[in-house]
């Protein structure tokens, strides 16, 4: 399918369990960027890549590894999961500097 | 200080009305600006985006800039029902392709 897809849907995992969150955009856009949204706080930025093997850290990267070794892929790696990062998570796409993003539709994380 | 500030709302408007939406942010190089919309349990969705000063009209929403006063605002016209949602202002920044959000303002549109 074409666009921006993200897996799973919903997580539940445990208290210091690694879990990945997979993210893939069939478009070859550039940039690809980690989001998470909580109540009270926004969407977040967590990590982006301007391409492939290009990672940084956004506003909250702490606990979060991502790489992009494949322009169409960008997983989010939760090391050690904690319950503070119960969130929604989003990935987003975009092709060139200064033009909106596509997001996916959403991985609903619940750490217990 | 949040970099980009908006009223959470709820922002309640007649159906018919036109909807005012405002947001403010601090980095004087900021380069382009965008709106999203995102209802309830779902992702943001691009609606507008606008570079330089002034007005932007696409159907019946209007964006509008000022980068002096550093400040953005969406304009919903003829307000419907399937307005209802919550309306985030984005702001790409000097440095790079990296968005910041606001806080979002919630829109009832009642019948």
């Known amino acids: 399918d074409a666009g921006i897809t993200q897996s799973p849907r919903y997580k539940i995992t445990e208290t210091g369990r690694q879990v990945t969150l997979m993210c893939h955009q069939t478009?070859?856009?550039?940039?690809m960027f980690w989001y998470r949204q909580d109540l009270g706080h926004g969407l977040r930025l967590i990590y982006y890549?301007?391409?492939?093997?290009?990672?940084d850290k956004g506003e909250v990267p702490d606990g979060y590894v991502v790489s992009r070794s494949k322009t169409e892929n960008f997983p989010l790696t939760l090391e050690s999961a904690t319950r503070s990062q119960t969130s929604v998570y989003f990935c987003?796409?975009?092709?060139?500097?200064?033009?909106?993003?596509?997001f996916g539709s959403g991985t609903r994380l619940t750490v217990v | 200080q949040k970099e980009v500030e908006q009223n959470s709302g709820p922002l309640s408007v007649p159906e018919g009305a036109i909807a005012s939406l405002n947001c403010t942010y601090s980095?004087?190089?900021?380069?382009?600006f965008f709106w999203y919309r995102q209802y309830s349990g779902k992702s943001p969705e691009l609606i507008m985006s606008?570079?330089?000063?002034g007005d932007k009209e696409d159907g019946r929403f209007t964006a509008q800039l000022n980068k002096a006063s550093q400040y953005v605002s969406l304009l919903i016209r003829d307000s419907q029902p399937s307005d209802s949602a919550t309306y985030l202002c984005?702001?790409?920044?000097?440095?790079?392709?990296?968005?910041?959000f606001g806080g979002g303002t919630r829109v009832l549109v009642k019948p």
């Open positions: 987003a796409s975009s092709g060139f500097r200064d033009y909106g993003y596509t």
């Open positions: 478009w070859s856009h550039s940039y």
């Open positions: 890549s301007a391409a492939a093997d290009i990672t």
């Open positions: 980095d004087r190089g900021s380069q382009s």
């Open positions: 606008i570079y330089s000063n």
């Open positions: 984005a702001v790409n920044g000097a440095a790079g392709n990296k968005l910041t």
